[in-house]
Protein backbone atom coordinates (compact mmCIF):
# COMPACT_ATOMS: atom_id res chain seq x y z
CA UNK A 1 0.00 0.00 0.00
CA UNK A 2 2.84 2.38 0.44
CA UNK A 3 4.99 2.04 -2.83
CA UNK A 4 0.90 3.29 -4.34
CA UNK A 5 0.88 6.18 -1.84
CA UNK A 6 4.40 6.38 -3.48
CA UNK A 7 3.69 6.30 -6.79
CA UNK A 8 0.55 8.70 -6.38
CA UNK A 9 2.90 11.51 -5.13
CA UNK A 10 5.23 11.03 -8.17
CA UNK A 11 2.31 10.84 -10.43
CA UNK A 12 0.95 14.08 -9.09
CA UNK A 13 4.18 15.74 -8.96
CA UNK A 14 5.19 14.78 -12.48
CA UNK A 15 2.15 16.98 -13.29
CA UNK A 16 0.25 13.81 -14.83
CA UNK A 17 -3.81 14.19 -16.04
CA UNK A 18 -6.36 12.70 -13.70
CA UNK A 19 -5.54 10.76 -10.17
CA UNK A 20 -4.07 7.43 -8.81
CA UNK A 21 -6.02 6.53 -5.52
CA UNK A 22 -5.00 3.92 -4.00
CA UNK A 23 -7.28 1.37 -2.37
CA UNK A 24 -6.47 -1.73 -0.10
CA UNK A 25 -8.46 -4.88 -1.30
CA UNK A 26 -7.82 -8.81 -0.54
CA UNK A 27 -8.86 -9.59 -4.33
CA UNK A 28 -9.32 -13.37 -1.96
CA UNK A 29 -12.15 -11.60 -0.52
CA UNK A 30 -15.40 -11.15 -1.93
CA UNK A 31 -16.40 -9.03 0.47
CA UNK A 32 -13.53 -6.57 0.48
CA UNK A 33 -14.06 -6.91 -3.77
CA UNK A 34 -17.51 -5.50 -3.13
CA UNK A 35 -16.93 -3.16 -0.44
CA UNK A 36 -14.48 -1.68 -3.10
CA UNK A 37 -17.07 -1.58 -5.91
CA UNK A 38 -19.18 0.26 -3.75
CA UNK A 39 -16.68 2.63 -2.14
CA UNK A 40 -15.77 3.55 -6.38
CA UNK A 41 -19.58 4.08 -6.77
CA UNK A 42 -19.80 6.36 -3.78
CA UNK A 43 -16.82 8.67 -4.27
CA UNK A 44 -16.32 7.93 -8.48
CA UNK A 45 -20.17 7.59 -9.96
CA UNK A 46 -18.13 4.15 -10.94
CA UNK A 47 -16.08 2.00 -13.42
CA UNK A 48 -15.85 2.73 -17.10
CA UNK A 49 -12.60 1.19 -17.68
CA UNK A 50 -11.53 -2.50 -15.87
CA UNK A 51 -7.88 -3.85 -16.37
CA UNK A 52 -8.14 -7.14 -14.18
CA UNK A 53 -3.96 -7.29 -13.14
CA UNK A 54 -3.99 -9.32 -9.71
CA UNK A 55 -2.52 -12.57 -10.39
CA UNK A 56 -0.31 -15.18 -8.86
CA UNK A 57 1.99 -18.22 -8.85
CA UNK A 58 2.83 -20.41 -5.91
CA UNK A 59 5.37 -23.34 -6.87
CA UNK A 60 2.42 -26.13 -6.29
CA UNK A 61 3.16 -29.01 -8.44
CA UNK A 62 0.12 -31.45 -9.79
CA UNK A 63 1.11 -34.54 -8.12
CA UNK A 64 2.49 -32.72 -5.19
CA UNK A 65 1.44 -29.25 -4.88
CA UNK A 66 -0.42 -28.10 -1.82
CA UNK A 67 -4.14 -27.45 -1.53
CA UNK A 68 -3.89 -23.84 0.10
CA UNK A 69 -1.75 -22.83 -2.99
CA UNK A 70 -3.93 -24.07 -6.05
CA UNK A 71 -6.69 -22.44 -4.11
CA UNK A 72 -4.67 -19.09 -3.47
CA UNK A 73 -4.34 -19.09 -7.45
CA UNK A 74 -8.04 -20.04 -8.45
CA UNK A 75 -9.36 -17.22 -5.69
CA UNK A 76 -7.14 -14.31 -7.21
CA UNK A 77 -6.57 -15.64 -10.76
CA UNK A 78 -10.11 -16.91 -11.85
CA UNK A 79 -12.48 -15.67 -9.24
CA UNK A 80 -11.38 -12.14 -8.61
CA UNK A 81 -11.39 -11.60 -12.20
CA UNK A 82 -14.56 -13.32 -12.52
CA UNK A 83 -16.24 -10.76 -9.68
CA UNK A 84 -14.91 -7.61 -10.82
CA UNK A 85 -15.54 -8.38 -14.29
CA UNK A 86 -19.21 -8.85 -13.34
CA UNK A 87 -19.35 -5.65 -10.73
CA UNK A 88 -17.51 -3.12 -13.25
CA UNK A 89 -20.13 -4.36 -15.96
CA UNK A 90 -23.34 -4.23 -14.11
CA UNK A 91 -21.69 -0.70 -13.11
CA UNK A 92 -21.68 0.56 -16.85
CA UNK A 93 -25.07 -1.26 -17.36
CA UNK A 94 -26.97 1.06 -14.30
CA UNK A 95 -24.87 4.33 -15.94
CA UNK A 96 -25.84 3.39 -19.45
CA UNK A 97 -22.10 3.27 -20.56
CA UNK A 98 -21.82 1.57 -23.92
CA UNK A 99 -18.23 2.39 -24.43
CA UNK A 100 -16.73 1.09 -21.85
CA UNK A 101 -13.99 -1.76 -21.49
CA UNK A 102 -12.86 -4.69 -19.47
CA UNK A 103 -9.29 -6.13 -19.88
CA UNK A 104 -8.02 -9.01 -18.67
CA UNK A 105 -4.07 -9.43 -18.29
CA UNK A 106 -3.62 -13.27 -18.65
CA UNK A 107 -0.19 -15.06 -19.68
CA UNK A 108 1.36 -16.88 -22.38
CA UNK A 109 0.48 -19.69 -19.59
CA UNK A 110 -2.70 -19.68 -20.46
CA UNK A 111 -2.31 -20.60 -24.40
CA UNK A 112 0.42 -23.10 -23.75
CA UNK A 113 1.83 -25.16 -20.70
CA UNK A 114 5.45 -25.20 -20.15
CA UNK A 115 7.70 -27.99 -19.45
CA UNK A 116 8.07 -26.72 -15.26
CA UNK A 117 5.89 -28.20 -12.97
CA UNK A 118 5.89 -25.57 -10.25
CA UNK A 119 3.63 -23.28 -13.04
CA UNK A 120 1.36 -26.05 -14.11
CA UNK A 121 -1.83 -25.14 -11.70
CA UNK A 122 -1.35 -21.00 -12.76
CA UNK A 123 -1.45 -21.90 -16.29
CA UNK A 124 -4.59 -24.11 -15.68
CA UNK A 125 -6.23 -20.89 -13.99
CA UNK A 126 -4.55 -18.83 -17.05
CA UNK A 127 -6.03 -20.99 -19.60
CA UNK A 128 -9.54 -20.39 -17.44
CA UNK A 129 -8.75 -16.47 -18.12
CA UNK A 130 -8.65 -16.94 -21.82
CA UNK A 131 -11.99 -18.75 -21.91
CA UNK A 132 -13.39 -16.25 -19.11
CA UNK A 133 -12.28 -13.53 -21.59
CA UNK A 134 -13.73 -14.78 -24.59
CA UNK A 135 -17.25 -15.71 -22.77
CA UNK A 136 -17.47 -12.06 -21.68
CA UNK A 137 -16.58 -11.22 -25.38
CA UNK A 138 -20.08 -13.68 -26.19
CA UNK A 139 -22.24 -12.30 -23.49
CA UNK A 140 -21.31 -8.18 -24.30
CA UNK A 141 -22.60 -9.45 -28.06
CA UNK A 142 -25.41 -11.06 -26.90
CA UNK A 143 -26.37 -7.66 -24.60
CA UNK A 144 -25.77 -5.32 -28.16
CA UNK A 145 -23.29 -3.22 -26.03
CA UNK A 146 -20.49 -1.92 -27.39
CA UNK A 147 -18.37 -2.33 -24.27
CA UNK A 148 -15.31 -4.27 -25.29
CA UNK A 149 -13.10 -7.24 -24.27
CA UNK A 150 -9.59 -8.00 -24.43
CA UNK A 151 -7.37 -10.17 -23.25
CA UNK A 152 -3.25 -9.34 -23.11
CA UNK A 153 -0.66 -11.97 -22.39
CA UNK A 154 2.52 -11.22 -22.16
CA UNK A 155 5.35 -13.88 -22.04
CA UNK A 156 7.75 -12.91 -18.98
CA UNK A 157 7.23 -8.91 -17.95
CA UNK A 158 9.94 -7.86 -15.23
CA UNK A 159 7.56 -7.62 -12.06
CA UNK A 160 7.69 -9.32 -8.59
CA UNK A 161 6.02 -11.93 -10.24
CA UNK A 162 9.04 -14.57 -9.82
CA UNK A 163 10.34 -13.60 -6.37
CA UNK A 164 6.56 -14.55 -5.15
CA UNK A 165 7.00 -18.19 -6.46
CA UNK A 166 9.79 -18.78 -5.56
CA UNK A 167 9.84 -16.73 -2.56
CA UNK A 168 12.21 -19.11 -0.78
CA UNK A 169 14.69 -18.85 -3.28
CA UNK A 170 15.28 -15.39 -4.44
CA UNK A 171 18.25 -16.45 -6.28
CA UNK A 172 16.55 -18.28 -8.67
CA UNK A 173 13.85 -15.88 -8.53
CA UNK A 174 16.41 -12.93 -9.90
CA UNK A 175 17.96 -15.60 -12.24
CA UNK A 176 14.41 -15.99 -14.46
CA UNK A 177 14.88 -12.22 -15.35
CA UNK A 178 18.06 -12.46 -16.11
CA UNK A 179 18.24 -15.25 -18.75
CA UNK A 180 16.17 -13.66 -21.45
CA UNK A 181 15.46 -9.98 -22.09
CA UNK A 182 11.93 -9.79 -20.73
CA UNK A 183 9.23 -7.04 -21.07
CA UNK A 184 8.91 -4.10 -19.04
CA UNK A 185 5.87 -2.84 -16.92
CA UNK A 186 5.93 0.15 -19.64
CA UNK A 187 5.50 -2.17 -22.32
CA UNK A 188 2.15 -3.49 -20.70
CA UNK A 189 1.51 -0.08 -19.94
CA UNK A 190 1.27 0.71 -23.67
CA UNK A 191 -0.03 -2.23 -24.97
CA UNK A 192 -3.22 -1.41 -22.32
CA UNK A 193 -3.51 2.33 -24.09
CA UNK A 194 -3.10 0.79 -27.30
CA UNK A 195 -6.41 -1.53 -26.85
CA UNK A 196 -8.17 1.85 -24.87
CA UNK A 197 -7.38 4.18 -27.56
CA UNK A 198 -8.56 1.75 -30.67
CA UNK A 199 -11.61 3.41 -32.54
CA UNK A 200 -14.78 1.86 -31.41
CA UNK A 201 -15.00 -0.11 -34.19
CA UNK A 202 -11.94 -1.98 -33.39
CA UNK A 203 -12.25 -5.07 -30.85
CA UNK A 204 -9.02 -5.87 -30.04
CA UNK A 205 -9.24 -9.68 -28.72
Not at 50 to 57: D, E, F, M, S, W
Not at 64 to 73: C, F, I, P, V, Y
Not at 133 to 152: M, S
Request: net charge negative; proline share 4%.
Amino acid sequence: MDEHRKLAAECQSAGYPGTLIPYKCDLSNEEEILSMFSAIKTLHQGVDVCINNAGLARPEPLLSGKTEGWRTMIDVNVMAVSICTREAYQSMKERNIDDGHIININSMNGHSVVPQSVVHFYSATKYAVTALTEGLRQELREAKTHIRATCISPGLVETGFAFKLHDNDPERAAATYESIRCLKAEDMANAVIYVLSAPPHVQVG
